[in-house]
């Protein structure tokens, strides 16, 4: 299967990626419908064992009954029962046009995956993950790396929402930023927060990821997509100074001053790559 340059173009550049149980068919269609970026239909965590056979069938025949559909799937972990039947199900599924690999740890199965030809994004939420970070980046057909914060802080046994938790957790997210670029990825994908009534909560900590160097965030439901977007989305502010930066280096050359402020080499980067995330 070949992949459509629009959609590959979305995958890398997605702010957010809202997640939908295979089992509920009816929220698929409302995820769809949300301001969502991208739609992952979960098998995994979502899913209870004994529905795992019947979460395949459902979205087998919801992509049938609605063709014009495209959507990615979170299959079941390396290792388990599922993970085979999973990959042949979205083999069979042209509309499946990305997989996120959840407890990514070896490369051996992110190549079984990647020969269906669908771009991956392998889910760092362990620390066997973390330790084999490079080696997974740099697997053909991986788009996006991400990160499963929750499951690495229990992994780690680490007390979840506490300073010396954020502390660890810090360390992970810059292995992700750092491995991506060297890998010549697009920036990885936050994880997901609990957080379902707080938008400013929410917005704040999609902020700091942002700041941090992730390219977007993964969602669990669709009121947490405004407060996401508006995080990793540039404000008309800093679009408006991209724009004089870019138009000083045009017209005057080298270094010059922008708002008071020196302007060399690598502010006009950052001034390109903020109007090109906001699609000017």
Not at 231 to 241: K, N, R, V
Not at 245 to 253: E, M, S
Request: aromatic share 4%; hydrophobic share 45%.
């Amino acid at each position: 299967m070949t992949v459509s340059i629009e959609m590959a173009s979305r995958m890398r550049q997605a702010r957010s990626a809202l997640f939908v149980p295979a089992t509920r068919p009816d929220r698929i269609t409302k995820a769809c419908d949300s301001e969502a970026d991208l739609v992952i239909v979960d098998f995994e965590d979502a899913v209870a064992l004994e529905d795992k056979a019947l979460a395949r069938e459902l979205l087998e025949q919801y992509l049938e009954e609605t063709p014009e559909v495209t959507l990615c799937v979170r299959i079941n972990a390396p290792g388990s029962e599922y993970f085979d039947a999973d990959l042949d199900l979205c083999a069979r599924l042209p509309a499946v046009s990305g997989i996120m690999v959840p407890k990514a740890e070896a490369t051996t199965p992110l190549e079984q995956a990647a020969a269906l030809g669908r771009p991956l994004w392998p889910l760092i939420e362990s620390a066997a993950g973390l330790d084999w970070i490079a080696e997974l980046a740099a697997v053909e057909g991986v788009e996006r790396l991400s990160f499963g914060a929750l499951d690495l802080a229990l992994d780690l046994d680490l007390e979840s929402d506490t300073p010396g938790a954020e502390a660890v957790l810090d360390q992970a997210r810059y292995q992700l930023v750092l491995h991506s670029r060297l890998a010549g990825l697009a920036p990885p994908m936050a994880g997901v927060s609990p957080e379902l009534d707080d938008d400013e909560a929410l917005h704040a900590t999609a902020l700091r990821a942002r700041q941090m160097g992730f390219g977007g965030m993964l969602c669990i439901h669709p009121r947490q997509l405004a407060p996401v977007h508006r995080a990793f989305t540039p404000g008309i502010e800093q679009l408006e100074w991209a724009q004089r930066v870019l138009t000083g280096a045009q017209t005057q050359g080298g270094a010059f001053r922008v708002d008071g402020q020196m302007v060399d080499a690598p502010v006009i980067e950052r001034a390109r790559r903020l109007l090109a995330r906001s699609g000017h």
